[in-house]
């Protein structure tokens, strides 16, 4: 307003031939092309259309300042089960303690496991079947980065990893932690009962998404899991990741975060498992995977896979690099098109048509711009 007011003032004290109505119609075209709807509306239009796309190839973002962080990331630290892997356990082998019934481990530990919803829990149930159906499960309490803890059927059963074993002093055999596969191991009533062997295999996609991301400029990858390290190490190779650290608690995980933060990396962690929610929450952008992820870990997350597809994570970033581009476009459009249009109704060569058009066509060309969004292949 100030400069429209100089507009019509200044030329009356140096322009000859000065005519009012001249000048009063430059100061209201000047007026009309400096109004910033068509930037107010281009940049969060571009920011919808991004989080639009986003959704509609089953990602949720919850929240445009997201799309920026995940654009600048340069480092992705994963989670194994659930994430990477299928997270769809099966019981292969039921191996009993001496003294200890098949069919007795079995009813107990299941019936503890239908209280979690771990996947290697819903596993052992499955397997269990109607064994458990009716039994007393009371007083559980699950500890995070071990197992269960609680009362069946009128005994104290534990089931979880050696971890949860040792943490109740219940001495275990030798040859347990030589199992090369998943274990879950079971205490009743303080003593050590045996064991059930779990297998899970890498997702369809996993490779392809390290690949991905590789190839989409991350410069570090990480796996991250609670699971032994002979099966991480191993997983870890077959998808092509260079570091993997397993037999980790929470706490573990979420120093490994800290000290890659500590170092002045940008980054983001994938995960799914309840146990995963304070690590996602310290991540500069925490990614969850919907179907499989516990509501703790879905909650907290900023990004969420519903697909459960981990590459969909570098299709993610796609997104948020075609978002920015766009925003950019339309930032750049407006104030290109407002500058030549300004300068030339300040000299009287543009009416108020050209102004409309440097105001509000330049808005719908930003808006089909950041439609365009939609159409685009990710």
């Not at 194994?80 to 303690?97: E, H, I």
């Amino acid at each position: 307003v100030g400069l429209a007011t100089l507009l019509v003032l200044v030329p009356l004290l140096v322009v000859h031939d000065y005519v009012f109505r001249d000048w009063l119609y430059r100061a209201l075209v000047f007026l009309v092309i400096s109004c910033p709807c068509a930037l107010v509306v281009s940049i969060p239009l571009g920011y919808f259309g991004g989080i639009g796309a986003a959704s509609k190839a089953g990602i949720l973002f919850k929240g445009s300042n997201f799309l920026d962080v995940l654009r600048e990331i340069d480092t992705v630290v994963m989670d194994k089960t659930g994430t990477l892997t299928k997270g769809v356990f099966a019981v292969q082998q039921v191996q009993p303690a001496p003294g200890t019934e098949p069919a007795q481990l079995l009813r107990l530990v299941g019936a503890l496991e239908t209280k979690s919803t771990h996947p290697i829990a819903r596993a052992v149930v499955a397997h269990v079947g109607q064994a458990a159906a009716g039994v007393a499960v009371e007083n559980v309490e699950e500890i995070a980065g071990h197992g269960l803890r609680g009362r069946v059927d009128g005994r104290d059963v534990l089931a979880g990893n050696t971890k949860l074993l040792s943490k109740f002093n219940v001495a275990y055999p030798a040859e347990v932690d030589q199992v090369a596969d998943s274990i879950v191991v079971a205490a009743i009533d303080g003593k050590y009962a045996g064991y059930l062997t779990v297998a899970d295999a890498p997702k369809e996609d996993a490779a392809q998404a390290v690949r991905e991301l590789k190839a989409d400029g991350i410069t570090k990858l990480v796996m991250l899991s609670g699971d032994k390290d002979s099966i991480v190490q191993r997983v870890a190779k077959e998808l092509g990741i260079s570091e993997a650290h397993g037999g980790l608690l929470p706490e573990d995980k979420a120093k490994y975060v800290q000290q890659y933060l500590g170092e002045g990396r940008k980054l983001a962690f994938v995960g799914d498992g309840v146990n995963d929610a304070p690590v996602v929450a310290l991540a500069d952008v925490g990614i969850a995977m919907g179907g499989l992820g516990s509501d703790a870990t879905i909650e907290t997350a900023d990004v969420v896979i519903q697909t459960d597809h981990p590459s969909k994570i570098a299709t993610a970033r796609r997104i948020a690099r075609a978002t920015h581009n766009v925003v950019w476009q339309n930032i750049w459009l407006a104030f290109a098109v407002k500058a030549i249009v300004l300068a030339l109704g300040a000299g009287g060569l543009a009416t108020m048509w050209e102004a409309v058009f440097a105001d509000v066509g330049v808005a719908l060309l930003a808006i089909l711009n950041a439609v365009r969004i939609q159409r685009m292949k990710f």
